[in-house]
T-cell receptor, first 113, second 116 residues
Framework: KAGVTQTPRYLIKTRGQQVTLSCSPI?????VSWYQQTPGQGLQFLFE???????NKGNFPGRFSGRQFSNSRSEMNVSTLELGDSALYLC????????????FGPGTRLTVL | AQKVTQAQTEISVVEKEDVTLDCVYE???????LFWYKQPPSGELVFLIR??????QNEISGRYSWNFQKSTSSFNFTITASQVVDSAVYFC?????????????FGKGTRLSVIA
């Protein structure tokens, strides 16, 4: 089976812009989670989607949003970018039940100038 | 609240040495899952192992072994005869074992450098 794929792998944006990141889960997986990784805060949970519905949300401002499509692919959007949004954004997929293990993609490295 | 502590920020060993990565966790839940992930320089988090809180049996997989002790809330990871390819950042993580809000809570990670 192919693993979790994320596009693009690298992005450079300027403050105030918005950005959309994409994640394709492992075939058959119905749940997609997003995490932000920064040197200072480490790995932090953003949100999780299951069957096109947001199931959980971490403690991030409303500028961070996401959605999931009927084929389980997910997108994450960050509006009005700030310098502090520079991070590695990791997507993880799992089968769909809360007991399943999460498998991660290679991440999208976002740099905000 | 859940918390995972990896006290070792960086470890450097010479190839073929054994190394143990420590992980201490806090949770009020009686049932939970513990994980170890490896993050090589490429950035992807690679799943290594998952343990259920009700299963304290230690596990060995090749050169990797894990020691889970509920009494001390620890889930340590040992690499035997380390190799250069083991160089990476290793994360210990915890999640609740119940429906609903079950994101992974990660430690800060331990950067392991294996020198040839």
């Amino acid at each position: 089976k192919a693993g979790v794929t994320q596009t693009p792998r690298y992005l450079i944006k300027t403050r105030g812009q918005q950005v959309t990141l994409s994640c394709s889960p492992i075939s058959g997986h119905r749940s997609v989670s997003w995490y932000q990784q920064t040197p200072g805060q480490g790995l932090q949970f953003l949100f999780e989607y299951f069957s096109e519905t947001q199931r959980n949300k971490g403690n991030f401002p409303g500028r961070f949003s996401g959605r999931q499509f009927s084929n389980s692919r997910s997108e994450m959007n960050v509006s009005t970018l700030e310098l502090g949004d520079s991070a590695l954004y990791l997507c993880a997929s799992r089968g769909g039940t809360w007991a399943d293990t999460q498998y991660f993609g290679p991440g999208t490295r976002l740099t905000v100038l | 609240a859940q918390k995972v502590t990896q006290a070792q920020t960086e470890i450097s060993v010479v190839e073929k040495e054994d190394v143990t990565l420590d992980c201490v966790y806090e949770t009020r839940d009686t049932t939970y899952y513990l994980f170890w992930y490896k993050q090589p320089p490429s950035g992807e988090l690679v799943f290594l192992i998952r343990r259920n809180s009700f299963d304290e049996q230690n596990e060995i997989s090749g050169r990797y072994s894990w020691n889970f002790q509920k009494s001390t809330s620890s889930f340590n990871f040992t690499i035997t005869a380390s190799q250069v390819v083991d160089s990476a950042v290793y994360f210990c993580a915890l999640s609740e074992a119940r429906p609903g809000n079950t994101p992974l809570v990660f430690g800060k990670g331990t950067r392991l450098s294996v020198i040839a």
